[in-house]
């Protein structure tokens, strides 16, 4: 059963970091391409960064490039995406997604807030 599992989000200040993981299971993880997503309160979902199955070509969407990174272990079973600089315009449940088997995690929720 593939199983994809967000953690690491919670509440910080603006200008503070956190590390999300996202944990995959019951898939060969190394041969698809990841992507984290996030979504605010009464907005749609969007793509915020994209890994391929090397892990050496990425994506970002313009409003967190150079201050997120996603990036993918040695084994190619957890994706992460350290968000530094952070801004109460990041608050969103972010999720992990492998969109060629259309699967996503449950989500874990940023909060940016002074």
């Known amino acids: 059963q593939v199983q994809l599992v967000e953690s690491g989000g919670g509440l910080v200040q603006p200008g503070e970091s956190l590390r999300l993981s996202c944990v995959t299971s019951?898939?060969?993880?190394?041969?698809?391409?990841m992507h984290w997503y996030r979504q605010s309160p009464g907005k749609e979902r969007d793509l915020v960064a994209s890994?391929?199955?090397?892990?050496?070509?990425?994506n970002y969407a313009d409003s967190v490039k150079g201050r997120f990174t996603i990036s993918r272990d040695d084994a190619k079973t957890t994706v992460y995406l350290q968000m530094n600089s952070l801004k109460p315009e990041d608050t969103a449940i972010y999720y992990c997604?492998?969109?060629?088997?259309?699967?996503w995690g449950q989500g874990t929720r940023v909060t940016v807030s002074s």
């Open positions: 997604s492998c969109p060629a088997l259309d699967s």
């Open positions: 019951g898939f060969a993880a190394f041969w698809y391409d």
């Open positions: 890994i391929d199955s090397t892990g050496l070509v990425t």
